[in-house]
């Protein structure tokens, strides 16, 4: 710990301080910042350090801002920096631009350079980039399991001599690497790699590094892949005028040196060069196959589907009994009858209700957050590369049109990965037309109440009609904006098997998300209807009641003249799973009078729902999804007597298509501008109606 | 700047931007932006191709450059 550099940082610090942190008055803080090529993997680390749910997935471009986490590592509180994917330093995209700065900006902070084992060599010239800025660097070694498979064995004790920091090998189940990493945080130290830049290179670097930040700006500035400082501009320019004179290209001559120095530490780390197949290339010869992929695509996602509703189905009927016995309960209790009223009606079946359908969610996320991971999703990607390039898309378009099944506005914000910006802007309008997993709940309801034999296969109709009308959107929009035609195909990454923790907590996160992003609104939209549902006009109708009849003749051509059902359009355009709330309350809620139940008769009934519901989970599972099939509930009773089959299906595909969320419509306009916000209003409503109108007129 | 190297090492003989990809194992993506940077920098050059010859090429049955650009070494 002699290098000063190596002392003022405060993972060094929280080293020093291990197992004293009770006689520190302060508490040291840290940060490490990691960087690495795409698709390697630093989200993950980071998710293993600090049990943290980062966005994750197997394919390059997950990562397309900077985020961080937080966590105490032996009495230090350290901030992790994950930032995107970069080959180099000086960037050559939105995404990669952000790395040099962000470095820049934690001029205290601890770099820890994730590496891909499989591709050492070229990994290692971004390994020998950053030892150039002259920071405190350590070398994480990963996909090394990947890379044994491939018959490349690493040394990484003989790395660790030959570039003077910290190397060490994570294994694949990240945790017990993470122990690896913290340890070999406090070895942090800068190096000074000897790379044999050509004699007038090294001089010049020499008469240029006083007047910037670093060796590596020396030499960036040298390469003309950077502005030239402040005050360094005359010497940079003389500089280059110099080499100019003697025919050297500073560009390629530093990059020749780095790439030779990298190939060299690469040779010395590797014990083995025999190379066997990838894994993976023999399971993609099948997956991949041209008449068999595209069976199996459609196959998993039924299956997907079909898993979603066998195994939360136990789990939303458990939930219609907490709403039951919490209803029981407020009705025992000697409250005025307006606070009984909001309590049983707003809050326990009109916010109850959307709750319950938690489980579907969370079912949904564990295997999306599986086929993430897995590598899947990148194949299904592939499998849509020709679809993508017949509408002049690239290839990995098709990624942020998979990620909206999850939530439309982090798809947009993955739109950024798209080089064109007319590309852009033509998948982010047409995202809003596939199904996020905030109407599924409303499409289970509805499927439930209607075609119980057929929910899933109605679901999957849905989503599928999602990605049709998207897929069609932007075949559109390529006519009307005459966006020059793109191509590039999503990459392949190995096949690797997530832990189940990380699918479990990112499941986890994105259902907390969920509840935490959609909660205020749904308990804020649900009051104001129960209130607008309290207020009583001389005709004896409710307001809200008078303002959804006025709307309702707008609705009847799609069949959907029940005011209560209009009614829950209206705020649904806030959020969409409000639709539910909404109709638990007009249809159900403070209807009927709830009989009173003592606590411990609740208590009873829910401990034996429990139980049935854990039951009725492994029977599915076991069973193949023979658990139950159908949301028994009066809701869905009650919604069969107001609608016909035909309405029904008319309202899920308005409901589907209809204006996008208010998120949604943030995440557009901080996008694209107002102008594009409005557009989408506009079009996703307009085409929302003559698609229902169409359903409801063809549906025999 | 180790994928400048690698690229252009390729590109001593032309390559489309998907069979540079298979070579070196790195997305379309990342190569597209790559090749753009050493376009600038008049590194590389697209191989142009005359459709209108094509019809009259010998080797019009074999050849798929009107299929996907081609790229190589300035």
């Keep these: 710990m002699s290098c000063p550099r190596c002392d003022a940082n405060g993972a060094s610090a929280g080293a020093q301080d291990r197992g004293t942190a009770a006689v520190v008055p302060h508490e040291t803080t840290a940060t490490w910042c990691l960087v690495g090529t795409p698709n390697v993997g630093k989200s993950s680390l980071i998710n293993a350090i600090a049990g943290s749910q980062l966005q994750v997935g197997n394919w390059s471009g997950t990562t397309v801002e900077v985020a961080s986490a937080t966590t105490r590592i032996r009495g230090t509180r350290v901030e992790l920096v994950d930032l995107p994917g970069a080959y180099a330093l000086a960037g050559t995209s939105s995404e990669e631009d952000v790395v040099l700065p962000a470095l820049m900006a934690h001029p205290e902070a601890l770099i820890v350079n994730v590496v891909d084992a499989t591709h050492l060599a070229r990994d290692l010239t971004l390994t020998l980039e950053l030892t150039e800025l002259g920071r405190p660097l350590v070398v994480a070694l990963n996909l090394v399991e990947q890379a044994a498979d491939r018959g490349v064995g690493l040394d990484p004790a003989a790395l660790e001599a030959a570039l003077g920091v910290p190397v060490v090998a994570l294994p694949d189940h990240r945790r017990h690497g993470a122990g690896k990493l913290v340890d070999a945080a406090e070895r942090a130290r800068t190096t000074a790699t000897a790379i044999a830049y050509p004699e007038v290179i090294a001089d010049a670097v020499a008469r240029l590094a006083p007047h910037v930040a670093s060796r590596w700006h020396a030499l960036a500035t040298l390469a003309a892949e950077v502005p030239d400082a402040a005050g360094a501009h005359a010497v940079a320019a003389t500089e280059r005028a110099t080499l100019d004179a003697a025919g050297v290209d500073p560009f390629l001559a530093i990059a020749e040196a780095r790439h030779r120095a990298a190939v060299a530490l690469a040779t010395g780390a590797t014990l083995e060069h025999e190379r066997r197949a990838d894994p993976s290339e023999r399971v993609d010869r099948i997956v991949l196959h041209p008449v068999v992929g595209p069976l199996a695509l459609v196959a998993g996602l039924a299956l997907t589907f079909h898993l979603t509703f066998a195994v939360s189905t136990p ?355 901080k996008a694209f501008g107002t102008r594009w916000m409005a557009f989408s209003i506009l079009y996703q409503t307009t085409i929302a109606y003559l698609l229902a109108w169409g359903v409801y007129a063809l549906w025999p | 700047m180790a994928l400048s190297v690698e690229v252009l090492r390729e590109l001593a003989v032309p390559a489309t931007v998907g069979e540079l990809a298979r070579r070196l194992e790195v997305p379309e993506v990342h190569l597209q932006r790559e090749l753009a940077r050493l376009e600038r920098r008049g590194y590389v050059r697209r191989l142009a191709c005359a459709p209108t010859a094509c019809g009259w090429c010998a080797l019009r049955a074999t050849c798929d450059a009107t299929a996907a650009e081609r790229w190589l070494r300035a």
């Design chain 1, 315 to 669: 789990w939303i009927d458990f939930f219609g009994l907490v709403q039951e016995v919490a209803a029981g309960w407020v009705a025992a209790l000697p409250l005025p009858a307006l606070v009984a009223s909001f309590l049983s009606g707003a809050l326990i079946e009109g916010v109850g209700t959307v709750v319950s359908f938690l489980p579907v969610l969370f079912v949904l996320y564990v295997l999306l957050g599986f086929l993430e991971n897995a590598g899947i999703l990148a194949r299904v990607a592939y499998l849509a590369d020709g679809l993508m390039r017949a509408i002049g898309l690239p290839g990995r378009a098709i990624l942020p049109m998979v990620l909206s099944i999850g939530c439309t506005v982090p798809a947009i914000q993955a739109t950024r990965t798209l080089e064109e910006r007319g590309d852009r802007l033509r998948v982010a309008l047409a995202l809003p037309s596939i199904s996020c997993s905030a109407r599924l709940p409303v499409f289970v309801l509805m499927a439930a109440a209607f075609v119980p034999a057929y929910a899933a296969v109605v679901v999957t109709g849905l989503y599928l009609l999602g990605f049709v009308v998207a897929i069609a959107s932007a075949l559109l929009f390529r006519r009307v904006l005459r966006t020059p035609e793109s191509s590039g195909a999503m990459e392949l990454p190995s096949y690797r098997w997530p832990p189940a923790s990380l699918v479990l907590r990112l499941a986890w996160a994105r259902t907390r998300a969920f509840l935490q992003s959609a909660g205020g609104p749904i308990l804020l939209v649900v009051s104001a209807i129960w209130l607008l549902l309290e207020v009583t006009l001389p005709s004896g109708a409710s307001l809200f009641e008078a303002v959804a009849r006025t709307l309702a003749p707008l609705f009847a051509p799609l069949g959907l003249g029940d005011w209560r059902i209009v009614g829950a359009l209206i705020p649904a355009a806030v959020a969409k799973e409000v639709a539910i709330g909404s109709m638990a309350l007009t249809f159900v809620g403070g209807g009927d009078a709830t009989a009173p139940l003592g606590f411990l008769a609740g208590l009873g009934a829910l401990g034996v729902g429990l139980l049935e519901a854990a039951r009725d989970t492994l029977t599915s599972l076991w069973g193949f999804g023979g658990g139950g099939d159908e949301v028994d509930s009066v809701l869905t009773a009650r919604l069969s007597g107001a609608l016909t089959t035909a309405g029904a299906m008319a309202f899920m595909v308005f409901l589907l298509l209809y204006v996008p969320c208010i998120a949604t419509l943030a995440a557009l306009r």
